[in-house]
C-alpha cells in the first residue's frame, strides 16, 4: 500500500482496517505495522482542517454550530473533574494554557478556581459563546501561532490531539512552548477499549486514533514522560499527565501492533451487544440523558451567573474585550 510515514514512527507498512467513517461514508483507515499507531490513510491538510474546524467540524460532529444547554452542562461537569484529577498534581497559582478549549468549560472552572486560565479554539460558533456567555479568556487562534517561550506551566489538550494531522508535530511545538516544570494534560479515545463496534469506530475528525501505549511512545519522543495515567486501561478515554523531560528517544512497543489489530478484530457488533455490561450501560445512558434534559437549562443559567458574578468581583482584572463582552 502506497502510504505516507507513520507519524509516529516514520513507518512505511501499513494495513487497512477500515473502508467507511461512522456515517458510512468513504473513509481509509490504517494501522503501522511497526508501532501499531491507527490513521487516516489520506490525511488532510492544513488548508483542509482550518476549513473544516471554523465552519464545519461542530455541525458534523456535534449536531450544532453553537452549544446547546446539554452540551455546556456536560462540559462544565468534565472541566470540574479534570481540574479535580489535576489540582493534587500543580501549584495553586500555576497558569493554564488549553489547546482547543472549545466551549471554554475547563478554563473557566481553573479560573474560578484560582489560576491564570486562558485557551484558543478555531470553532467560531463555540469561541463565541465561551467568551460572551461564559466570559472566558478563550481568543480563536491556531497552535502554531503561539510563542514557544517556554513559559506555559499547564497546558491541556482535551480531545484534541486526534484531530492534529500530525500529533508530532503539534506535541513537539507544545514542548517549546512549556516551562522546564511544567505539566501537560493529554484526554482522548481510547481505540484499545471496546467502546465501538469497528463500523462506529472511525470519524474524519478523528485523524489518529491512540492506545495507552502509542500515546506514551509519541509523547515521550517529543520530550515528555508520563507520570500518571488515570483511570485504567479499559477506560474509553485516555487520561494521561505528562512531565517535561529532556529526552526524545523513541521506544517502540513490539507488542501494541499485533494486540491493537486483536482489538479491532474483536469489536464485532455481536460482541459489543453482547457485553456483560452492555444493558445496564445503556440503561444509565438513556436515564441520564432525560437528566440532562430536564435540568441543563437551570444548571447553565447558574453557570452563567456565576461566572458574571466573578467578572464582576475580578473587573479590573480582566481583559478589554472581557469587560466590553460582560
Request: charged share 25%; aromatic share 10%.
Amino acid at each position: 500500500m502506497e502510504q505516507k510515514q507513520c507519524d509516529l514512527c516514520a513507518g512505511t507498512e501499513f494495513e487497512q482496517i477500515g473502508d467507511r467513517d461512522r456515517h458510512g461514508n468513504s473513509l481509509e483507515s490504517v494501522i503501522c505495522k511497526a508501532c501499531g499507531l491507527v490513521a487516516h490513510g489520506k490525511i488532510p491538510t492544513d488548508e483542509e482542517l482550518a476549513h473544516y474546524y471554523a465552519t464545519e467540524y461542530r455541525k458534523s460532529y456535534h449536531g450544532e454550530l453553537t452549544p446547546s444547554d446539554r452540551r455546556v452542562m456536560r462540559a462544565w461537569k468534565n472541566g470540574e473533574r479534570i481540574f479535580r484529577q489535576l489540582q493534587p498534581h500543580i501549584e495553586p497559582d500555576a497558569g493554564v494554557f488549553e489547546v482547543g478549549a472549545g466551549i471554554g468549560c475547563t478554563v473557566k472552572v481553573f479560573e474560578l478556581n484560582g489560576h491564570q486560565s486562558t485557551g484558543i479554539e478555531p470553532g467560531e460558533g463555540f469561541q463565541d459563546y465561551s467568551q460572551q456567555r461564559l466570559l472566558t479568556n478563550v481568543v480563536r487562534g491556531d497552535l502554531f501561532e503561539q510563542p514557544r517561550d517556554h513559559s506555559r506551566e499547564l497546558v491541556l489538550l482535551v480531545h484534541v490531539i486526534e484531530h492534529f494531522n500530525s500529533p508530532r508535530r503539534a506535541l513537539e511545538y507544545i514542548r517549546g512552548m512549556m516551562a522546564e516544570n511544567g505539566l501537560f494534560y493529554v484526554e482522548c479515545p481510547n481505540i484499545a477499549a471496546p467502546f465501538a463496534r469497528r463500523s462506529k469506530m472511525f470519524h474524519y475528525a478523528h485523524i489518529h486514533n491512540f492506545t495507552p501505549s502509542s500515546l506514551k511512545m509519541l509523547a515521550e519522543s517529543c520530550g515528555f514522560k508520563l507520570e500518571v495515567q488515570f483511570g485504567s486501561k479499559e477506560d474509553p478515554n485516555l487520561q494521561m499527565l505528562f512531565s517535561c523531560s529532556d529526552s526524545t528517544e523513541l521506544n517502540i512497543d513490539p507488542d501494541n501492533f499485533k494486540q491493537t489489530m486483536q482489538v479491532i478484530e474483536q469489536a464485532t457488533p455481536v460482541r459489543y451487544h453482547l457485553r456483560p455490561w452492555y444493558v445496564s450501560t445503556r440503561f444509565s445512558k438513556v436515564a441520564s440523558y432525560l437528566r440532562e434534559h430536564l435540568t441543563a437549562k437551570q444548571f447553565v443559567a447558574d453557570v452563567v451567573q456565576e461566572c458574571q458574578q466573578f467578572a464582576s468581583d475580578h473587573e479590573d482584572e480582566q481583559p478589554a474585550e472581557l469587560r466590553a463582552a460582560a
